[in-house]
């Protein structure tokens, strides 16, 4: 490791700098997209998806290097607790999943307005195929930040509030290209 264990930097969770310790398995002082993907489990102990990973890498290399430092990995280790209890508060039936309808109830709570139709299509999308229906922590986790930031370029253009924005086909394009990895 870069740094002496017991010397951890301000800033840093004590817990997430252990945990650094055991995910930077190459010893190189960063986190890359593979060692992340091992360290990450769901509840029915499937590994996370390489697109949250790698949207979770995007988020928080600061240095865009591709690869997350201490201080990247220490704010992704808060981003990940945060989702984890928001999804073990909406799995209501305690299914180690959320379905559908939990998954409306939680963004209702985020405060979206979305029909209970749109959270079904998003959980069957992306539920696991053969399970109970309903989606994973990592799947909650890009679902979630992904409706947050594309939620964020809308509201930037909808300088009216008046909850319709007009896109040129470029735009709508490249907000979906910069958004969605
Ligand atoms: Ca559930």
């Given at each position: 490791?870069?740094l002496?264990?017991?010397?951890?930097?301000?800033?840093?969770?004590p817990?997430?700098?252990?945990?650094?310790?055991?995910?930077?398995?190459?010893?190189?002082?960063?986190?890359n997209?593979?060692?992340l993907?091992?360290?990450?489990?769901?509840s029915?102990?499937?590994?996370?998806?390489?697109?949250t990973?790698?949207?979770?890498?995007?988020?928080?290399?600061?240095?865009?290097?591709?690869?997350?430092?201490l201080?990247?990995?220490?704010?992704?280790?808060?981003?990940?607790?945060?989702w984890?209890?928001?999804?073990?508060?909406?799995?209501?039936?305690?299914?180690?999943?959320?379905?559908?309808?939990?998954?409306?109830?939680?963004?209702?709570q985020?405060?979206?307005?979305l029909?209970?139709q749109?959270?079904?299509?998003?959980?069957?999308?992306y539920?696991?195929?053969?399970?109970r229906?309903?989606i994973?922590?990592?799947?909650?986790?890009?679902?979630?930040?992904?409706?947050q930031?594309?939620?964020?370029?809308?509201?930037?253009r909808?300088?009216?509030?008046?909850g319709?924005?007009?896109?040129?086909?470029?735009?709508?394009?490249?907000g979906a290209?910069?958004?969605?990895?």
């Amino acid at each position: 490791s870069i740094l002496p264990s017991g010397n951890i930097p301000p800033g840093v969770n004590p817990e997430a700098y252990q945990w650094f310790q055991t995910v930077d398995t190459d010893h190189s002082g960063f986190i890359n997209p593979k060692e992340l993907k091992q360290a990450l489990v769901n509840s029915n102990y499937s590994a996370f998806n390489d697109e949250t990973c790698l949207m979770m890498i995007n988020m928080f290399d600061k240095t865009r290097t591709g690869r997350i430092d201490l201080f990247g990995f220490s704010a992704l280790w808060d981003f990940i607790q945060r989702w984890r209890v928001l999804f073990q508060q909406h799995d209501r039936d305690c299914s180690g999943s959320i379905s559908g309808m939990e998954l409306q109830q939680a963004l209702a709570q985020m405060g979206y307005n979305l029909s209970p139709q749109f959270s079904e299509n998003l959980v069957r999308r992306y539920a696991m195929r053969g399970a109970r229906p309903g989606i994973q922590l990592d799947r909650f986790i890009q679902v979630c930040t992904q409706l947050q930031s594309m939620t964020q370029v809308f509201r930037e253009r909808d300088t009216g509030m008046t909850g319709n924005i007009r896109l040129s086909y470029e735009d709508f394009l490249s907000g979906a290209v910069t958004r969605l990895m």
